[in-house]
């Protein structure tokens, strides 16, 4: 019940293109649902993270859709770019604690 | 804002010495610090939730003994890896947490760790 699933494992989006990435939990008492990026050798980097009392949260090119009812929220990001290229974490919290989804592996093509 | 270092950024160290990690907030006091180990391509887990001033709670599985968690001040919190083994080598990366309401939530991470027991 503590588990975050993602999906998918691996991503390849052109330049311009639109990358998804989706993540399900089961534990309805998660109340925050941040996203991470990181890069290799590096720690990861907070993106954006959303409460479930809303549906959605934009920042710049960043996009969190959640879905209470169905358990499941996903990260959309517009007008992929090569410097986007990383492992991306979706993640469920609460009382502070973190659960991490497996990570996605996403490259942006020029 | 919100920056966290950890030292060393990578160290190399022989089968059954100790080797300790630095994590520090560098500008925010943090309440809270996490360690978490990653492998090649997976996931980081959970290793321990440090408290400042009391007791680290360690995750199922984790040897307290062999990972020594102490969080001395609100910027400063160490994982000392005892009698370090090759199946210890792994990515570390500790994370701090600031006080209160929905930051309160917000995980900032360090760059992390190398650590290589030859």
């Known amino acids: 019940q503590q588990q975050v699933k993602q999906s998918p494992q691996s991503l390849i989006v052109q330049k311009g293109g639109i990358s998804i990435i989706n993540c399900a939990y089961e534990?309805?008492?998660?109340?925050?649902f941040p996203w991470y990026q990181q890069f290799p050798g590096k720690g990861p980097a907070l993106l954006i993270a959303?409460?479930?009392?809303?549906s959605e949260k934009k920042e710049g090119r960043f996009t969190i859709s959640f879905n209470k009812s169905a358990k499941q929220f996903s990260l959309h990001i517009m007008d992929s770019q090569p410097g986007d290229s990383a492992t991306y974490f979706c993640?469920?919290?609460?009382?502070?604690?973190?659960?991490f989804g497996q990570g996605t592996t996403l490259q942006v093509k020029p | 804002g919100a920056v966290v270092s950890q030292h060393p950024s990578w160290v190399i160290c022989k089968s059954g010495t100790s080797v300790k990690i630095e994590c520090r907030s560098l500008?925010?006091?943090?309440?809270?610090m996490f360690w978490y180990r990653q492998f090649p391509k997976k996931s980081l887990m959970l290793m321990a939730t440090?408290?400042?001033?009391?007791?680290?709670?360690?995750e199922q599985g984790v040897e307290k003994d062999k990972f020594l968690i102490n969080h001395a001040s609100l910027t400063l919190s160490t994982l000392t890896v005892t009698s370090a083994h090759p199946e210890d080598s792994s990515f570390y990366i500790c994370?701090?947490?600031?006080?209160?309401?929905?930051?309160?939530?917000?995980?900032?991470f360090g760059p992390g760790t190398r650590l290589t027991v030859t």
């Open positions: 993640a469920a919290g609460n009382t502070g604690k973190l659960i």
């Open positions: 994370s701090a947490r600031s006080r209160g309401g929905w930051s309160s939530y917000e995980q900032y």
């Open positions: 500008d925010f006091q943090a309440t809270t």
């Open positions: 534990n309805t008492a998660f109340d925050y």
């Open positions: 440090s408290n400042e001033g009391s007791k680290a709670t360690y």
């Open positions: 959303i409460r479930p009392d809303v």
